[in-house]
């Protein structure tokens, strides 16, 4: 008796749902056997078998290097294309985040947001109304602190976008973060609250580097969170006086006040407008922040030019004013400074520097005459 047996099997194409298009090349990894087919150049890989234990995946090849999306049973026809930050993105990750965060610190401290670059409208517009609030508010008496402690980020399900000849990458970051707020010439009450937050951050891949582009609110729970090397030191906006020279000056008369504040303010200018004479060699942009016809002036002056011919240019990462005390008709300014150096090969150090500015009158201008 004849019998007839069936042999057809389940076999069909396969799509693959990219969530971006672009000019790229790409691979399909099948039962991890990698075959060459570009999922952006052809209709759909097959025929294939439908089959619950074999895995399917796809490389990539990203200007900044091959990613391999998160792998998936062969259990429907459409395969969605996510990522996973590996080691090599995580680094890079950091570093933008590094960046972004002394950057936006800086920036809140100097009052000015035209150096964070690369920014969304509406992150550009959140960080000037931050920061010009909050200046406003130091200059009427008030201070702040501010702290990034630490950032967990999440490594699954990394989207990838090509927007107008732009790449984009998103994932969920988690902050843990501490700030202050209070009276800066009566801070016994002084102290931070620390908070834990959710983002969606969007790096913007920017010819060789990543940098942070938006930052939005995200009520989501990291399914594989990793600790990124990111952090802050507490920075300062409105110098927070101790208890002894808040009394004192209290106690003097409005125009020393004012002075002091004066002697701050121009400090901190100083070490600004300096790494920005260095970088540029024009020490015209310091001059008037510093006392004319003083050795300080000669030696500062040098010192423009022989580290503009190392060829060596420097970023303020934070600065802060920790104390003025008045000596003999002038201040003496105590600051804490981290700044970066970076050098002709490209090699990076950040230090910290602890100096004592000498500040005083010249004409009606206050001015910087030493620093030790």
């Known amino acids: 008796m004849k019998k007839d047996v069936d042999l057809s099997l389940d076999a069909t194409y396969i799509g693959f749902d990219v969530p971006f298009e672009g000019e790229l090349d790409s691979r399909v990894v099948y039962n991890d056997e990698t075959i060459d087919f570009n999922i952006f150049d052809e209709?759909?890989?097959?025929?294939?078998?439908?089959?619950?234990?074999?895995?399917?995946?796809?490389?990539?090849?990203?200007?900044?290097?091959?990613?391999?999306?998160?792998?998936?049973?062969?259990d429907r026809r459409e395969?969605?294309?996510?990522?996973?930050?590996?080691?090599?993105?995580?680094?890079?990750?950091?570093?933008?985040?590094?960046?972004?965060?002394?950057?936006?610190?800086?920036?809140?401290?100097?009052?000015?947001?035209?150096?964070?670059?690369?920014?969304?409208?509406?992150?550009?517009?959140?960080?000037?109304?931050?920061?010009?609030?909050?200046?406003?508010?130091?200059?009427?008496?008030?201070?702040?602190?501010?702290?990034?402690?630490?950032?967990?980020?999440d490594t699954d399900n990394v989207q990838v976008d090509f927007t107008e000849d732009d790449y984009y990458l998103s994932t969920i970051i988690k902050e843990n973060s501490a700030t202050g707020f209070y009276d800066k010439y009566d801070d016994a009450d002084r102290e931070e609250s620390e908070y834990n937050n959710e983002f969606r951050y969007m790096f913007l891949y920017d010819k060789k580097d990543w940098v942070v582009y938006d930052k939005s609110t995200a009520s989501?729970?990291?399914?594989?969170?990793?600790?990124?090397?990111?952090?802050?030191?507490?920075?300062?906006?409105?110098?927070?006086?101790?208890?002894?020279?808040a009394s004192a000056e209290v106690s003097s008369d409005s125009n020393n006040d004012t002075d002091s504040d004066g002697a701050e303010a121009v400090t901190l200018d100083y070490v600004y407008q300096m790494v920005e004479a260095i970088n540029d060699n024009d020490y015209e942009l310091v001059a008037p922040y510093i006392k004319s016809g003083s050795d300080f002036e000669k030696t500062q002056s040098e010192l423009v030019d022989h580290l503009n011919?190392?060829?060596m240019t420097q970023e303020v990462i934070a600065a802060s004013v920790t104390d003025v005390k008045e000596k003999d008709g002038k201040w003496i300014v105590t600051t804490d400074e981290t700044i970066k150096l970076i050098y002709e090969s490209g090699k990076e150090e950040t230090e910290d520097y602890g100096w004592e500015y000498t500040?005083?009158?010249?004409?009606?201008?206050?001015?910087?005459s030493r620093i030790e």
Do not use: C, R
């Open 79 to 153: 395969i969605p294309v996510s990522f996973e930050v590996d080691k090599k993105m995580q680094k890079s990750l950091e570093e933008a985040l590094q960046d972004h965060v002394d950057l936006y610190l800086a920036s809140w401290q100097k009052n000015d947001v035209t150096k964070l670059g690369h920014l969304s409208d509406s992150l550009q517009e959140t960080y000037e109304y931050e920061i010009e609030s909050d200046n406003e508010s130091a200059e009427n008496g008030y201070g702040y602190d501010k702290q990034l402690i630490s950032m967990l980020l």
């Open 359 to 368: 500040v005083e009158k010249e004409g009606d201008s206050l001015v910087v």
């Open 220 to 245: 989501a729970d990291l399914s594989s969170p990793v600790e990124l090397d990111v952090a802050s030191d507490m920075v300062t906006l409105g110098s927070a006086k101790t208890s002894k020279t």
């Open 43 to 74: 209709e759909g890989f097959g025929p294939i078998a439908m089959d619950e234990s074999s895995s399917i995946a796809v490389e990539i090849d990203f200007p900044w290097g091959t990613m391999t999306s998160v792998e998936h049973p062969l």
């Open 309 to 311: 011919d190392s060829e």
